[in-house]
């Protein structure tokens, strides 16, 4: 694979787990089967302790890393700056797993998926995933995998919070858990934005109380805009700035409504691209997943007593132009587990970008990741 | 590679020598972090380390202690009282905003409060200003006096005399030269042959 860069992990194939037994969540209901959709990178060790379990946010997907077949001159997957030969998550010393949230746009069982009773898809029927519902899925995984105990469990965002849900709900099966750019709940203004992104969606006329597929009709406005709306929210002021100022697309005003300035045209674009292969009933589903998580509600507020049963060693990482998810709020759970008494390290990383950041490579961010995760390494293959 | 397999910084080893075996210890300014490797390699010390500098903080975490990138000048208002048994301030009671409120607060938050600090009335800096009519530079204080991080020089006596109107005892008194050596004459004139002053503090 001469084509790919010498730190990519190359050309990687999707695999899949078809789970049989019934997994009951948490709104109630439960799935009878499900299929499991996930991509690994690395080698398992002979120990089976160097497994890396990566959990992904929003948009994200069982693609973590590397070029699929059919797409060769595509991106490379989400993450693809942190995990590869050499990189921060070495694929030459780390087992890395990546799977898709149920729900999810594609890969793992979703809303576009046939239900297995009607053969139709489920559209809005897809019952409500939690955080804690994913966890729960990602540990059916593990135990197919044979992986007695994760070495790291890592993600960002909502990633972030899946890692905590796993270092709370199954201490014994992580050594290590880094939660990148994320928050112990949502802030009432975070689930602001994520609400006008719904309401976006279900008010386009072609959304059909979710049943789109059905008519054959994508609500393409709706979800174009709820992007948009989500766009703004990731990037720093200063990022737009730097990027976009007040630059006009045709060097003038035209006094009418069509795109005059780049950034429109930058939106509209992100939008647009983003409709072509996301599914709007997983947007619904993804930022109710951000809303509900809130392990310090199960215990009076207290994030110190929601996070008494973890022993992983944490490490927590924030971008200071992130203001989706700020430093404050990463500090939050920094507080937490000190006060908890839990082994804890937190960088607070530089940044203009704002919340995509984590997805990137700032130096000061690889630097921390790679020295962490240089003494885990250490750890599982002495 | 853990911090006690190499040598640790002079004023950091009379530091590690007050320090009790298993004791939960909190390091303001922790540098590099080999005084918490060095004390939970040799003493089972648990705890952490807030730090500023990023490059410091990527040390810490490569040594494996807890670190926390936190500005000292923010306060210390997120730990609890009494939640640490000692809180350790090397070589940064001079860089911080309110030295004296920072003090009080570890002596909040721990049992035992260890400071070190370079000492201003040391006749080095003495004579600089008396006779030369400049800032003083030595291998102490190597900074000139429009780029010095250190905002907040005292002496010993001047630090002694803080500690005595916020009730604080001292315990423990070292003072020693550049060389973190200590020698009969630093003993018998702290304030005018001592460099470096290394305090164990108590609520008084």
């Known amino acids: 694979?001469?084509?790919?860069?010498?730190?990519?992990?190359?050309?990687?194939?999707?695999?899949?787990?078809?789970?049989?037994?019934?997994?009951?969540?948490?709104?109630?209901?439960?799935?009878?089967?499900?299929?499991?959709?996930?991509?690994?990178?690395?080698?398992?060790?002979?120990?089976?302790?160097?497994?890396?379990?990566?959990?992904?946010?929003?948009?994200?997907?069982?693609?973590?890393?590397?070029?699929?077949?059919?797409?060769?001159?595509?991106?490379?997957?989400?993450?693809?700056?942190?995990?590869?030969?050499?990189?921060?998550?070495?694929?030459?010393?780390?087992?890395?797993?990546?799977?898709?949230?149920?729900?999810?746009?594609?890969?793992?069982?979703?809303?576009?998926?046939?239900?297995?009773k009607t053969g139709r898809p489920y559209g809005p029927d897809f019952p409500v995933i939690t955080v804690g519902d994913w966890v729960r899925s990602q540990a059916v995984l593990r135990e197919h995998l044979g992986i007695e105990q994760w070495a790291v469990v890592a993600g960002g965002s909502l990633g972030g919070m899946q890692v905590m849900q796993w270092a709370i709900e199954y201490p014994e099966r992580l050594k290590h858990a880094l939660v990148i750019a994320a928050a112990p709940r949502l802030s009432a203004q975070n689930i602001a934005f994520n609400e006008i992104a719904r309401q976006a969606i279900v008010t386009d006329p072609e959304f059909h109380g979710g049943r789109y597929a059905e008519h054959g009709v994508v609500p393409r406005r709706g979800l174009m805009l709820a992007r948009m709306l989500g766009h703004i929210t990731y990037l720093s002021d200063e990022a737009m700035r730097a990027k976009f100022g007040r630059d006009l697309r045709d060097g003038r005003l035209n006094y009418g409504f069509d795109v005059e300035f780049q950034v429109e045209s930058y939106l509209r674009h992100q939008g647009q691209s983003f409709v072509e292969r996301f599914d709007a009933n997983t947007y619904l589903l993804m930022t109710k997943a951000l809303d509900y998580f809130d392990p310090a509600g199960l215990h009076d507020d207290n994030l110190q007593a929601a996070f008494a049963p973890a022993t992983a060693r944490f490490l927590v990482i924030s971008f200071t132009s992130d203001w989706r998810f700020s430093p404050e709020r990463s500090r939050e759970i920094v507080d937490a587990l000190v006060d908890a008494g839990k082994q804890v390290s937190y960088a607070e990383i530089v940044s203009e970008l704002g919340h995509d950041e984590f997805l990137l490579d700032l130096p000061q961010y690889t630097h921390t990741l790679r020295a962490y995760l240089e003494r885990v390494a250490r750890e599982v293959n002495p | 590679?853990?911090?006690?397999?190499?040598?640790?910084?002079?004023?950091?080893?009379?530091?590690?020598?007050?320090?009790?075996?298993?004791?939960?210890?909190?390091?303001?300014?922790?540098?590099?972090?080999?005084?918490?490797?060095?004390?939970?390699?040799?003493?089972?010390?648990?705890?952490?380390?807030?730090?500023?500098?990023?490059?410091?903080?990527?040390?810490?975490?490569?040594?494996?202690?807890?670190?926390?990138?936190?500005?000292?000048?923010?306060?210390?208002?997120?730990?609890?009282?009494?939640?640490?048994?000692?809180?350790?301030?090397?070589?940064?009671?001079?860089?911080?905003?309110?030295?004296?409120?920072?003090?009080?607060?570890?002596?909040?938050?721990?049992?035992?409060?260890?400071?070190?600090?370079?000492?201003?009335?040391?006749?080095?800096?003495?004579?600089s200003i008396a006779w030369h009519g400049l800032m003083p530079v030595s291998k102490a204080l190597p900074n000139q006096w429009y780029d010095t991080p250190n905002i907040h020089l005292c002496t010993v006596r001047d630090f002694e005399k803080l500690c005595a109107s916020n009730h604080i005892r001292v315990t423990q008194r070292h003072v020693v030269n550049h060389e973190h050596a200590s020698s009969l004459r630093t003993r018998v004139f702290p304030n005018l042959l001592g460099e470096i002053a290394l305090y164990q503090l108590e609520r008084g």
Request: hydrophobic content about 35%.
């Open chain 1, 1 to 116: 694979m001469g084509e790919f860069p010498a730190d990519s992990v190359g050309l990687v194939e999707p695999q899949t787990l078809h789970v049989t037994e019934p997994l009951a969540l948490d709104c109630g209901k439960q799935l009878d089967e499900y299929e499991l959709v996930y991509e690994t990178y690395g080698q398992l060790n002979a120990d089976r302790s160097n497994a890396i379990l990566i959990c992904h946010a929003l948009s994200g997907s069982h693609h973590a890393a590397g070029y699929h077949a059919d797409t060769p001159d595509g991106k490379p997957g989400w993450w693809d700056k942190c995990i590869g030969p050499g990189k921060p998550l070495d694929t030459n010393r780390f087992f890395v797993v990546c799977p898709a949230n149920l729900g999810g746009y594609k890969g793992s069982t979703g809303p576009a998926s046939a239900h297995p």
């Open chain 2, 1 to 127: 590679m853990t911090g006690g397999s190499k040598p640790l910084r002079a004023d950091l080893r009379i530091i590690a020598d007050w320090i009790p075996r298993g004791a939960r210890v909190l390091d303001l300014g922790c540098g590099d972090g080999q005084l918490l490797a060095h004390l939970q390699a040799d003493k089972q010390v648990s705890g952490y380390g807030l730090e500023i500098d990023p490059d410091n903080v990527v040390a810490s975490i490569g040594a494996g202690v807890n670190v926390l990138q936190l500005d000292l000048d923010d306060g210390l208002g997120q730990f609890e009282d009494n939640s640490f048994d000692v809180v350790v301030m090397a070589s940064a009671l001079q860089q911080v905003q309110q030295p004296d409120e920072l003090i009080r607060e570890m002596l909040r938050i721990g049992g035992q409060g260890i400071v070190t600090f370079p000492n201003f009335g040391h006749w080095r800096p003495r004579l």
